[in-house]
C-alpha cells in the first residue's frame, strides 16, 4: 500500500494545499474525497501562484493520478474553468479523473445558499455561498444530479425535472431567472458533459487497483474537523465529513486501505465565518496574525478571524482523525510574539472548566480559552531548514504541541515557499516520508 489521509486539524485553511502538494511528490496518486468549491489552495511553484478550488493539489505533479472523489460536490462550470486555466499555464490535466457517481452543484444550489443564507438573517453561517450545501442536502433527499448523469440527455432533463419540481416555492423569487430553465440548464449542463467526458471513470477501481498495486495514494480532505458536519461545531458547519473517517466513504476505499492520517494544523488558530472560537483574539496580536499570516480566504477574500493555537480542540481533533502526524504550518507567522500562549482549558458561562472539546452547543458558544504562556522567539525563521536550524523556544513550542496532543510533529511550514519545511525527525516514521528524513 499505503493509503494516507490529509486532513485539516482546525477549522479550514490550515495550509493544506502546500501540505499535500509536498507529500504528492512521493506519492502515485491523490484523491480529494469531500467538500468542493468551497474549498481554496494556494500552492507556491518556481515563484508561480496556482489557487485551486477543486482540483486535487497533486495536480502539479506531472504523472500523478489526480482524482475527485464520489464524496466531493463538483460545479462543473468550475472544473472546466479550473482545467482550462492550468492548460493555459502548461499544467497536465489529461490524467485527471473524476467519479462518475459525484454529485453535481446545480445553479438553483448557488441560489438556495444565497436566499438561505439571507433568510437566517444574523443567525447566518457565513458560508461560501457555493451551493454546497444546498447540494449535499439533494444528495440524501436522493434528488441530486451525478456526473454521470451528464451522459445522457433524457436522464439528465428528467432529473433536474424532478429536481426543480420541490425548489418552486423557495425559488419563487428567482422564478425569471434564466439559468433555472429547465432547458437550458440541461443544454449548459451536457456542453459540461461532453467536456469532462474523458476524465469521468467508476475511481473507486482506479484507486484499488493502485493500492493493489502497492502504490502510495494519498486521500486529501478539504475544511477541517472543526467544520465537519457530525463532529464539528454544528451548525457552524460544512455540509460534509472532513475528518478522516470520510476518506473511506468519499473514495470508496474501506478503513484497513489507509495506515497513515496526517493532521494539518496551523501554529496558531484561524476560522471564516461564523461560529464559536473559544481562543479568538481581538487585539493587536490577533490583527498581527492577520496580516503577517495573509489571513484572508482563497475562495472568497474574507478576513479570517485570527487566535491562539487551541489545543484542547487539537487533541480532539488528533482524538477522532487518529492521527498519525501533524504538520505545523506557519511557524514563522509567531515571530516576534512573546509570550506566545496556547489554550489548554476552556472556561464555561458558570466559570466552570472543560479539559476535553465540550459536545454540547450552548457550552461551546460561551467557552472562552484558558491559557499557558510560553517563551516567543524575536529571531525570522525562513531560512530554517531543520530543526536544529529553529531557536529553541521554537522547538519548545513545538515539542509541547506534541506531549499535549500525544502527535508526533512530522513537519514544519516556516514559510510559504515549498523548500521553507523542516522535515523533524518523526517524518522517519512514514511509510511516504521516510527516505526524506534519512
Ligand atoms: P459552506 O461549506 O460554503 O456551506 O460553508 C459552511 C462553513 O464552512 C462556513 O463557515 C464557511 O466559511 C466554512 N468553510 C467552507 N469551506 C471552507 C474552507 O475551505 N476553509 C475554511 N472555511 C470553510
Not at 464520489?70 to 468550475?78: A, F, H, K, Q, S
Amino acid at each position: 500500500m499505503p493509503g494516507i489521509a490529509i486532513v485539516g486539524a482546525q477549522w479550514g485553511d490550515e495550509g493544506k494545499g502546500k501540505i499535500t502538494d509536498l507529500l504528492a511528490e512521493r506519492a502515485d496518486a491523490v484523491v480529494r474525497f469531500q467538500g468542493g468549491n468551497n474549498a481554496g489552495h494556494t500552492i507556491v511553484r518556481g515563484g508561480e501562484e496556482f489557487k485551486l478550488h477543486l482540483m486535487p493539489s497533486g495536480i502539479l505533479h506531472p504523472g500523478k493520478t489526480c482524482v475527485i472523489g464520489n464524496g466531493v460536490v463538483v460545479d462543473p462550470r468550475v472544473l472546466c474553468d479550473e482545467l482550462d486555466e492550468l492548460r493555459r499555464r502548461g499544467v497536465a490535466v489529461d490524467e485527471m479523473r473524476i467519479s462518475a457517481n459525484a454529485h453535481l452543484i446545480m445553479p438553483y444550489h448557488l441560489l438556495l445558499d444565497h436566499a438561505g443564507e439571507a433568510r437566517l438573517g444574523q443567525l447566518q453561517i457565513g458560508t461560501t455561498r457555493r451551493g454546497i450545501g444546498p447540494c449535499y442536502a439533494d444528495k440524501a433527499a436522493r434528488l441530486g444530479i451525478r456526473v454521470q448523469d451528464l451522459l445522457d440527455e433524457k436522464i439528465l432533463k428528467k432529473k433536474i425535472a424532478a429536481a426543480l419540481e420541490p425548489k418552486r416555492l423557495s425559488l419563487r423569487p428567482f422564478a425569471k431567472d434564466p439559468s433555472l430553465d429547465l432547458y437550458s440548464m440541461t443544454e449548459e449542463y451536457l456542453t459540461y458533459g461532453h467536456r469532462l467526458e474523458p476524465h469521468i471513470r467508476d475511481t473507486a477501481s482506479l484507486i484499488w487497483e493502485r493500492l493493489d498495486r502497492g502504490e502510495n495514494v494519498i486521500f486529501e480532505g478539504a475544511q477541517g474537523t472543526l467544520l465537519d458536519i457530525d463532529h464539528g461545531t454544528y451548525p457552524f458547519v460544512t455540509s460534509s465529513n472532513p475528518v478522516a473517517g470520510a476518506a473511506c466513504v468519499g473514495a470508496g476505499v474501506g478503513p484497513r486501505d489507509i495506515q497513515e492520517v496526517w493532521g494539518v494544523a496551523k501554529a496558531y488558530a484561524t476560522r471564516v465565518g461564523a461560529g464559536p472560537f473559544p481562543t479568538e483574539l481581538h487585539d493587536d496580536v490577533g490583527d498581527r496574525l492577520r496580516t503577517r499570516g495573509g489571513e484572508f480566504g482563497t475562495t472568497t477574500g474574507r478576513a479570517r478571524r485570527t487566535g491562539w493555537l487551541d489545543l484542547v480542540a487539537l487533541r480532539y481533533a488528533a482524538r477522532i482523525n487518529s492521527l498519525t502526524a501533524l504538520a505545523i504550518t506557519k511557524l514563522d507567522v509567531l515571530a516576534g510574539i512573546d509570550p506566545i500562549c496556547v489554550g489548554t482549558r476552556y472556561r464555561g458561562s458558570d466559570d466552570a472548566t472543560f479539559a476535553q472539546f465540550p459536545y454540547h452547543q450552548s457550552v461551546l458558544h460561551h467557552a472562552v480559552g484558558e491559557y499557558e504562556q510560553l517563551p516567543g522567539f524575536a529571531e525570522e525563521i525562513g531560512e530554517c531548514r531543520s530543526e536544529a536550524d529553529l531557536p529553541v523556544a521554537a522547538r519548545e513550542y513545538l515539542e509541547y504541541i506534541e506531549a499535549f496532543t500525544g502527535v508526533p510533529v512530522a513537519l514544519v511550514g516556516v514559510g510559504p515557499g515549498r523548500d521553507q519545511t523542516i522535515w523533524t525527525q518523526a517524518s522517519a516514521d512514514s511509510a511516504l516520508t521516510g527516505a526524506v528524513a534519512a
